[in-house]
């Protein structure tokens, strides 16, 4: 059975409200200086593995506990918004986003460095909800709108290569933590020009926010990612199986919750309709297919292939210009074609190219490295505008950042399992290597702690060391490049079905 979504009211659709274009100038700087932060993280793993000594786990909870706990908030917090106002929310989490990144460039130690970036999640919850369920308030024209998410995409995009360039100028002239502080100048201006151009959006009739609705939510998502990750990396230990059980249940008792309470944290009837679910679904899983081998790339791209941090960020140019031009144009080709057509193909198409990077060894050219990144970055950018466009117009505008949420939740679950599962591919092939008699232990924890401990061996050792260590890290990488690939491709094949039939709207 064909299903279509929701028309717009007639209100709607005389409603052009001036000044909407710079209004989204605002909530792009919002999604760039989360698409900033995301991706120079990466690039500073090396160095911050240097400075800090981090065990392998814990650089893996350096780089996930981020989405752990902005995962675990999402919902909470679009739901907030809906009540306090999503301009209000935007704002004060933009400035919070700010100050915390200070506290990330100044981390001393792992665990601080694990807080800051906890910390850094709470505050990052309050902006993707907001800044998508503002465009849903601000943009009633379904074409308009289409526009709209490609600009707020295409941005993220942007973001993904500015922050590697960014990043990679200011790691080859100052300390690891400027990389953080490069937030700041952007949330100046996001606060000081949203307070003048965004317009506020509130649901008029939001019932109360309720607690234990938000602490059931985020103890059930930290509890199961906390379980995948663990069972990943170590396998399962009755620790492991209790996280998971107590996540689940707190997860199950969520859902009932919402069920019966007259003014719920998130509406689950919203699951009914096959296009937002299978449109999360997609999202959901091509974020774990891709996560955890963009984590590591620029581990690739600098400890084994010798790049500068600048040459890296460079090198991973491709994907972003691929998402931007792509994203632009997806609203308008998934009119002329369809939904499910151009959201299957696009994450075929990124499936491909992770099967594509299964061959890479040290020695790999950038041609393979170059096209494979550029075909990701277009299907990316197809499927992800398109899945975003069908989640917000699926539902009442009322509900807007609820919806948001839940896009942005699978988001960022995707990521958190995806550098747990992949990523732990990758450790846990890395940790097997069998380097030289006298090869430190801190040398299997990770590739950068390999490279800084071969500073203080003899050069025979150090030289054979690395040798066997790089060739190690590059078998996980191309493991994890052929699941992700697995991933991508079933993705690919059950959005097929679950989008059959949606279309996006012509007119309002």
């Known amino acids: 059975m064909t299903s279509t979504l929701r028309p717009a009211t007639t209100s709607e659709a005389v409603t052009r409200r001036p000044g909407r274009w710079l209004a989204l100038s605002v909530l792009v700087l919002a999604v760039l200086l989360v698409a900033v932060d995301a991706t120079v993280l990466g690039l500073a793993t ?145 606060v000081l ?71 719920p944290l998130l509406d689950m009837r919203l699951f009914r309709h096959r296009g937002f679910s299978g449109a999360v679904l997609a999202d959901l899983l091509t974020i774990l297919g891709l996560s955890g081998l963009v984590f590591f790339l620029s581990q690739f791209l600098q400890l084994v292939q010798g790049r500068g941090p600048l040459e890296a960020g460079l090198a991973e140019l491709p994907a972003a210009i691929g998402a931007v031009v792509a994203g632009l144009i997806a609203g308008r080709v998934a009119r002329r074609y369809s939904v499910r057509a151009v959201v299957s193909g696009g994450l075929a198409a990124i499936g491909l190219a992770l099967a594509a990077l299964t061959v890479i060894d040290r020695t790999t ?64 092939v890395y940790r097997d290597f069998t380097g030289p008699a006298g090869t430190p232990t801190e040398a299997h924890e990770s590739l950068g702690g390999a490279v800084e401990a071969a500073a203080g061996t003899p050069a025979q050792t150090s030289e054979a060391m690395l040798d066997a260590a790089r060739s190690s890290f590059v078998d996980g990488l191309a493991l994890a490049a052929g699941a992700g690939a697995a991933v991508l491709l079933a993705a690919s094949v059950a959005a097929w079905f679950l989008l059959r039939g949606q279309r996006l709207e012509n007119t309002a």
């Open 365 to 428: 050219g950038y041609p393979l490295l170059g096209a494979a990144l550029l075909v990701v970055g277009v299907g990316a950018g197809f499927s992800f505008t398109v899945t975003s466009d069908v989640i917000l117009s699926s539902v009442p505008k009322e509900q807007a950042g609820a919806a948001s949420a839940v896009s942005e939740t699978a988001y960022e679950l995707g990521a958190a399992l995806g550098i747990a599962v992949l990523g732990s591919i990758v450790t846990g």
């Open 193 to 263: 020009v949203g307070i003048k151009l965004l317009p506020e959006s509130r649901n008029p009739s939001p019932g109360p926010w309720d607690m234990i609705s938000v602490a059931l939510s985020l103890v059930g998502m930290i509890g199961v990612v906390y379980a995948v990750k663990e069972a990943a990396a170590h396998g399962f230990t009755w620790a492991t199986l209790a996280a998971g059980l107590a996540g689940a249940g707190a997860l199950y008792a969520f859902v009932r919750r919402q069920l019966t309470l007259p003014s």
């Open 46 to 190: 090396p160095y911050i593995s240097e400075d800090l000594a981090p065990s392998g786990t814990q650089l893996l909870w350096i780089g996930d506990v981020y989405s752990f706990v902005i995962a675990g908030l999402l919902v909470s917090m679009g739901s907030l918004g809906d009540r306090i106002g999503r301009k209000r929310i935007l704002l004060v989490g933009a400035t919070a986003f700010g100050a915390i990144s200070v506290l990330n460039a100044y981390a001393t130690t792992p665990e601080m460095m694990i807080v800051a970036r906890a910390l850094l999640g709470v505050a990052g919850a309050t902006l993707m909800p907001a800044t998508l369920a503002l465009i849903r308030n601000l943009f009633h024209d379904p074409r308009e709108r289409s526009l709209a998410i490609g600009i707020w995409g295409a941005t993220a995009s942007a973001g993904t290569a500015v922050g590697p360039i960014a990043g990679g100028f200011l790691l080859e002239h100052f300390w690891w933590g400027s990389v953080f502080l490069i937030n700041l100048p952007v949330m100046v201006v996001l």
